[in-house]
């Protein structure tokens, strides 16, 4: 369907880790949530992928959950409340027909929308908002026809890998991953219409990866420059902020992420 969501209650497991998440009536991996909205309440909407779910903590230690414990520390006129909409291989058009089509309903006030260097091979792999089709079906961009040889043949991976092909079957190059850059600059801009026309606030949130610390450069980054230059929303370059605020870099990074 539409919705890249939880179907049932489950273990996010690796040789690192093991977590049970369990999941709402909306697919999400939270707790439940009045639709009805008190009038003294703010309400938070995190979305993305499995960083913002959490993949690799319990879910009382998300990133979401370490806002509402740092914010809780002051006093507001109105009471926060917060809903995890992160889901482990979402990319921003799931998460923007998520939000339209089934979380306008809480009448968010603020919505994080977190967008990371991982979002390029799934735009990459499933192609824009054109993979929502009428009938409320998705249909990706098809697979390469030597895809069953690759399934098969290691020694053919070996020959595929030469031609310049990951193992995600694509190839690396400027000019695929401009496209996939260029349609996530598109569905943020849609992001910035939706939260106009419902009056919620947004926040974008550029967090990168190991080897983007490392070289002080994200995949996304001209992405967010984009953002940032030409439309009146507010973004988080996080990559700036663990390297000048936390100096996290190429000497320490290995103890902030997965050694696996």
Known sequence: SWFHVSCSDHDLKTKEYCYHRTINSEGLSDQEHS??????EYRIIGLGDSFTEGDGTDADSTWLKFLERSLSKYSFKKELTYMNAGV??????????LLKERLLKYNPDLVLLAVNNSDISDILLRGGMERFRPDGTLKYNPAPWWEPIYAMSHISRLFFAAMGYN?????????NFNIAKEKIFQILLSFIELSEQKQFKLIV????AKNEINNNVMGVGN?????SKDNKVEVLNMCAYFREKEKINSTNSNDYFWKY
């Open 88 to 97: 482990c291989g979402s990319d921003p058009c799931f998460e923007y027909i």
């Open 35 to 40: 639709i009805k909205k008190n009038i003294n």
């Open 205 to 208: 949130i550029f967090h990168p």
């Open 223 to 227: 992405v967010m420059e984009r953002i």
């Open 167 to 175: 193992q995600l079957l694509l190839k690396e190059n400027e000019t």
